[in-house]
């Protein structure tokens, strides 16, 4: 199995400074997102949040490599960070966040269940694995219009690779030779289960062999690296070459959810063990390294994220629930009354 692929010292595979720069304010607007969400779960202001603390290099990397306007995201509910770097505005997830009436599902889904026609990104399913035939469905009919200048960015963690949904995915784009990219996103935990628990292999890429098709290994926590094994994979796709499994190796730093006590299945010295491969330090510090960003840059940008996010906080929470008469829209097709 190949190593994981990781930038040397330096490598910007063609990005300028003011993208790198973008790729960090990405990483931490994600991170602050996921804080205020069980910040505000433990005040008793939501319901539920999703953190993805740990996946910020992924998202980072991949937002770069997608084409926006042509491209299509797939996403599952972990990816935050990824759907900010396509395009979504913060304001999205805060109205998620809060189930408010503006939101776009009209604040029917769990919070990080986002969807956007504008930018070509499908709506998140909660279902484990239930979006990869979506994603499949969507890169077959690019390749039946003959476009060759388009593809599907699939995600998932690496739970999803255990459903019989994401396998029928995989095989299927593999026959047809569909131009998407299959990226999982492996934090090592599907919400309670180790890998050995669940698979009997080392790696998550070991499974493309058994399609025909190519997998990769990437260090998560290197956006640089994710960015270039996610663009090769897509341009791959792009040009009639097929699909790829990317396989994105991470740490989950949080719980799956606010409603799950990860103490029950992990102790603190194994989550503070894991602590190096944190991405969001790991990125400040070589940015500062080769003289890209100063410390009092990062203290600005630490700033300017934080004043965003509070203004888009308060501006969610100040807007009105769903209308009582909303109940019924969107539910069926015609008339809500019932059949008989």
């Not at 930018?119 to 909660?126: K, N, T």
């Not at 909303?326 to 097709?333: C, F, K, P, Q, S």
Request: hydrophobic share 40%.
């Amino acid at each position: 199995m190949a190593k994981a692929i990781e930038s040397p010292s330096f490598e910007r595979y063609g990005l300028d400074d003011d993208r790198l720069r973008w790729m960090l304010r990405n990483m931490h607007l994600q991170r602050t997102l996921d804080n205020r969400g069980f910040q505000l779960n433990r005040q008793g202001k939501i319901p539920f949040a999703t953190g993805s603390e740990g996946h910020e290099g992924i998202h980072a990397g991949a937002a770069v490599a997608f084409s926006r306007g042509k491209d299509v995201l797939v996403p599952y509910y972990r990816d935050i960070g990824l759907c900010l770097g396509i395009g979504m505005d913060p304001l999205e997830a805060l109205l998620s966040m809060f189930a408010r009436g503006a939101d776009r599902s009209g604040g029917r889904q769990f919070p990080n269940h986002f969807t956007s026609k504008a930018i070509g990104m499908l709506s998140i399913s909660s279902i484990i694995a239930a979006h990869c035939p979506h994603a499949v469905g969507v890169a077959y009919a690019m390749k039946y219009r003959k476009e060759t200048d388009r593809a599907v960015l699939c995600c998932f963690g690496d739970g999803a690779t255990s459903e019989g949904e994401w396998h029928e995915s995989v095989n299927f784009a593999a026959v047809h030779r569909l131009p998407i990219v299959f990226l999982c996103e492996n934090n090592e935990w599907a919400i309670s289960t180790p890998r050995e628990r669940q698979m009997a292999i080392a790696d998550v890429v070991q499974k493309a062999a058994g399609y025909g098709i190519p997998g990769v290994i990437v260090e998560g926590a290197d956006p640089l690296a994710v960015y270039k094994t996610v663009k090769d994979a897509l341009d791959r796709a792009r040009s009639g070459g097929g699909p790829t499994l990317v396989e994105a190796k991470c740490y989950r730093f949080l719980s799956h959810t606010t409603d799950d006590d990860d103490r029950t299945y992990r102790s603190r010295e194994e989550i503070e063990k894991h602590r190096h491969l944190d991405p969001v330090p790991r990125f400040e510090r070589l940015l500062i390294e080769c003289g890209i960003v100063t410390d009092e840059g990062i203290a600005e940008i630490k700033k300017e994220v934080l004043a965003q996010v509070n203004e888009v906080t308060d501006r969610a929470e100040a807007m009105p629930f769903p209308a009582p008469q909303e109940l019924y829209t969107n539910v069926y097709e015609g008339t809500h009354e019932p059949w008989l």
